[in-house]
């Protein structure tokens, strides 16, 4: 049924981490059916959005701090098992349930939905997509992605090579959807504050050696001896012991302690959008941050002192004006962004950002309103087109061939015990500090 005027539309985001909680949640308040809108900064009864959280249950479970970053407000969340949010979906009813999930768990879901819902007659419209910039796996990817009734693109270029893979296998391209990054917005920028702030944005995984993140801090330090007029931010993801998307094995935190950095440099946490409030140049190595600046016209530099390479990411950004060195911007460097690429990167600048999911409302208000509701979800891969690719994706989210919960998947019925609780927070702690101890001693170690 299409949600009326009166009754909010109900939307479910099922999340595996703190940038697809961010991504998801932001997504929902913007493709809920109805009048364009920035939503995001105001409450969800005030747009029509009935927002239930669901965070799925790993080593990457958003905490409460970086939840709160967001800036979101859901009407419910809980902490769930693959088979409990799948539990759920059998038992409420929604308008449309977003998948912010790395590839297999969108594919598994797909396949676990289609079962739950079997033999209805209307069922929630299904969305999905990406956090930022796809710059890797992207057949892998999209294809783990197919059978959602939308996937979104956060760009022209993205829309294109999206529907690209999708014909090229025999797939059906049409639940491509071309949008925006649902975190673009905040003022634009209008000139040198006082003082001048420099903004380094870090990522978890990119680069990932400890030789590389000391390099940068190195001279992102240097940068602030030399400019002792300005104000330097390490901009961090995470807080020690959390964790993100990606696995961080060597933290900036613990890195910097065996520096001495000046007076005018500072470690900063937060959400990004208010860090760039007083942000006058944005330094990273590929993040989607770097967009976030763009999209406001702040002065933004992806470095090449690592080399402009895939497995750094910021060979995405060749053609885009913004490649530069270190060295360059302790000269006083200032990059000029080419306003074609930042065009096709949905990167909508020019004020249309307003209108950037009007496509994504209105298909899914037409399928909402799809006499007889919709037909069964159809993922690409099946267990007769991937037979021996599909039950691994499946069984790791302890669902069989057929996307029935397996023997012995955590029940749903009732919330864990506190012993059940410490057990976990152990776990995730061991876990932890294996990723952030443990391991880099053991390569270390290899390579004597």
């Given at each position: 049924?299409?949600?009326?005027?009166s009754?909010?539309?109900r939307i479910?985001v099922l999340a595996d981490?703190?940038?697809?909680?961010?991504?998801?949640?932001?997504?929902?308040a913007?493709i809920?059916?109805?009048p364009?809108?920035?939503?995001v900064s105001?409450e969800n009864a005030?747009v029509?959005?009935?927002?239930?959280?669901?965070l799925?249950?790993?080593r990457?479970?958003?905490?409460a701090r970086q939840l709160?970053?967001?800036?979101v407000?859901?009407?419910?969340?809980k902490?769930v098992t693959?088979?409990?949010?799948?539990r759920?979906m059998a038992?409420?009813s929604?308008?449309?349930?977003?998948?912010a999930?790395?590839?297999?768990?969108v594919?598994?879901?797909l396949?676990?939905?289609k079962?739950?819902?079997?033999g209805?007659?209307e069922?929630p419209v299904?969305?999905?997509g990406y956090?930022?910039?796809?710059?890797?796996k992207l057949?892998d990817g999209l294809l783990?992605r197919?059978?959602?009734?939308?996937?979104?693109?956060?760009?022209?270029q993205d829309?294109e090579?999206?529907?690209?893979?999708?014909?090229?296998v025999?797939?059906d391209?049409?639940?491509v959807?071309?949008?925006?990054l649902p975190?673009?917005?905040g003022a634009?920028?209008?000139?040198e504050?006082?003082?001048?702030?420099?903004v380094f944005a870090?990522?978890?995984?990119?680069?990932d050696?400890?030789?590389d993140?000391?390099?940068?801090l190195n001279?992102?330090i240097q940068?602030?001896?030399l400019?002792?007029?300005?104000?330097?931010?390490?901009k961090l993801?995470?807080?020690?012991?959390e964790?993100t998307?990606h696995?961080e094995e060597?933290?900036?935190q613990k890195?910097?302690?065996?520096?001495?950095?000046?007076?005018?440099?500072r470690?900063?946490?937060?959400n990004?959008?208010?860090?760039l409030?007083?942000t006058?140049?944005?330094v990273t190595?590929?993040?989607?941050?770097?967009?976030?600046s763009?999209h406001?016209r702040?002065?933004?530099?992806?470095l090449?002192?690592l080399?402009?390479?895939?497995?750094?990411?910021n060979?995405?950004?060749?053609?885009s004006g913004?490649?530069?060195?270190?060295d360059?911007l302790?000269?006083?460097?200032?990059?000029v962004p080419?306003?074609?690429?930042v065009a096709?990167q949905?990167v909508?600048?020019?004020?249309?950002y307003a209108?950037?999911f009007?496509?994504?409302?209105?298909?899914?208000?037409?399928l909402?309103?799809?006499?007889g509701?919709?037909?069964p979800?159809t993922?690409?891969?099946t267990?007769a087109?991937?037979p021996g690719?599909?039950?691994?994706?499946?069984a790791?989210h302890?669902l069989?061939p057929d996307?029935?919960?397996?023997p012995?998947?955590?029940a749903a019925?009732?919330?864990p015990g506190?012993?059940?609780?410490?057990?976990?927070?152990?776990a995730r702690?061991?876990?932890r500090?294996?990723?952030?101890r443990?391991?880099?001693v053991?390569?270390r170690?290899?390579?004597?």
């Open positions: 049924m299409p949600p009326s005027t009754k909010p539309t479910a981490s703190d940038t697809r909680w961010k991504w998801g949640a932001l997504t929902a913007r809920a059916p109805g364009s809108m920035e939503a105001r005030q029509g959005l009935e927002l239930s959280g669901f799925l249950r790993g990457a479970t958003p905490t709160a970053e967001v800036g407000r859901a009407d419910s969340l902490e693959s088979v409990e949010f799948l759920a038992e409420e929604y308008d449309v349930v977003v998948l999930l790395v590839g297999g768990g594919q598994a879901m396949h676990g939905l079962r739950v819902w079997e209805r007659t069922r299904v969305v999905t956090v930022g910039v796809v710059y890797e057949a783990l197919h059978g959602a009734d939308l996937v979104l693109a956060n760009s022209r829309a090579r999206f529907r690209a893979v999708y014909e090229g025999g797939a391209a049409a639940s959807t071309e949008v925006a975190f673009l917005g634009p920028y209008e000139g504050h006082d003082p001048c702030t420099v870090v990522q978890p995984s990119v680069p050696s400890r030789r993140r000391t390099y940068l001279r992102l940068h602030a001896r400019h002792p007029g300005r104000e330097v931010l390490l993801r995470s807080r020690p012991g964790h998307t696995i060597q933290p900036y890195l910097v302690q065996r520096l001495d950095p000046p007076a005018n440099f470690l900063v946490y937060g990004m959008g208010e860090v409030d007083r006058d140049l944005l190595i590929s993040s989607t941050a770097a967009l976030e763009l406001r702040i002065p933004t530099v992806v090449t002192d080399g402009i390479r895939e497995t750094l990411g060979h995405h950004f060749v053609g913004c490649l530069a060195s270190w360059q302790d000269a006083g460097h200032r990059p080419d306003p074609d690429w096709r949905g909508v600048a020019d004020g249309s209108y950037a009007d496509a994504a409302r209105e298909r899914i208000a037409k909402l309103a799809q006499p509701g919709l037909p979800l993922p690409y891969y267990p087109t991937a690719y599909l039950p691994g994706i499946l790791r302890h069989g996307g029935s919960p397996l012995g998947a955590p019925d009732k919330e506190p012993v059940r609780q410490i057990v976990r927070r152990a702690g061991a876990y500090h294996g990723v952030q443990v391991a880099p053991i390569r170690m290899g390579e004597l």
